[in-house]
């Protein structure tokens, strides 16, 4: 997977894999705008996937001397690449929807974490009731499992995404429409605070 490459932050000069950095290039106008799918042409601009140091590249000209020129770079530069960010795992929830990969629901997700194939990850609205976070980090021990927690984006931005009304637990099963999902959703823990499950006491595989 492209997240096995590593790239050079050009705020920090740390070389990082790709998982932790975002790629930024300059259209035609010669404006940065955030390429979070790796695909657009033009050099590759990459910067450590954290609000505060998007920031700091803007403020301190760090896009134009990687670039070797004139930039114009946006005010909101931070917030258009947490969007983006945001926007590329919705379409992975969708396309897993699509391709039967999604569970949806409380008790549809324990009883798969229960199973015999516990899914790949668990997306829990980032505004969900303690109460059910209980019982499936309950189930989940039972099981001898520890889930990939996706808990950064909200009850309306999943609920909105897939088209159903109070999306609040999820599940994904194992395959490569997972592994993109735990890729891009760890760029987005530099922009929103993770919400993880606690394991303390846990000793299970």
Known sequence: MGGSR??????????????????????????????????LPGRGLWVSADRDLIVRASRRGAFARA????????????????????????SWLGFARR?????????????QIRGPEPPALIVEASDAGADGRRKLQAAAKSAGYIP???????NAELSLSLGRENVVHAAVK????????????????????????????????
């Open 67 to 90: 670039a070797g020129q004139a930039v114009v770079v946006p005010e909101d530069l931070a917030a258009r690449t947490e969007a983006a960010i945001i926007q590329r795992l919705l």
């Open 148 to 154: 990939y927690i996706i808990a950064a984006l909200s």
């Open 174 to 205: 194992p395959g490569r429409i997972a592994e993109r999902l735990i890729f891009d959703a760890a760029r987005l823990k530099g922009f929103r605070v993770p919400n993880p499950w606690a394991w303390e006491g846990f000793s299970g595989a």
């Open 99 to 111: 391709a039967g990969e999604l569970i949806l629901g409380f008790d549809r997700v324990e009883r």
């Open 6 to 39: 590593e790239r050079r932050c050009i705020v920090t000069g740390e070389i990082l894999p790709e998982a932790r950095l975002v790629r930024f290039v300059l259209d035609p106008a010669g404006s940065v705008v955030p390429d979070v799918e790796a695909k």
